[in-house]
């Protein structure tokens, strides 16, 4: 099926900047979309930023202007550029992708997720 391979994430200072990467490969034949969630303790997992096949972007409230994210369609790989952290940025990412794949159809796959923490 499909793999993610997501990098990226460890500790930061707040106002630091962190960048997070997430690769995709197996048989994908098209991938609708790719972004990131995110889950703090005690609190549900929300979205934090999403780009479609055709670059549309949206992104949670608490990240717009400080966060970007892109895409590489050659690499399959989705890259999350986040600046200006802050301590409640502290949470672990995962990776979400919506992909056509041989043999398959339609499917959504998840990351194993990557911890980010902004403290000082």
């Known amino acids: 099926q499909v793999q993610l391979v997501e990098s990226g994430g460890g500790l930061v200072q707040p106002g630091g900047s962190m960048r997070l990467s997430c690769a995709a490969s197996g048989s994908i034949i098209s991938i609708n979309y790719m972004g990131w969630y995110r889950q703090a303790p005690g609190k549900q997992r929300e979205l934090v930023a999403r780009?479609?096949?055709?670059?549309?972007?949206n992104y949670a409230d608490s990240v717009k202007g400080r966060f970007t994210i892109s895409r590489d369609n050659a690499k399959n790989t989705v890259y999350l550029q986040m600046n200006s952290l802050k301590p409640e940025d502290t949470a672990v990412y995962y990776c979400?992708?919506?992909?056509?794949?041989?043999?398959?159809?339609?499917?959504?796959?998840w990351g194993q997720g990557t911890q980010v923490t902004v403290s000082s």
């Open positions: 979400n992708v919506a992909a056509v794949v041989d043999g398959y159809g339609y499917q959504i796959y």
């Open positions: 780009i479609t096949g055709g670059s549309s972007r």
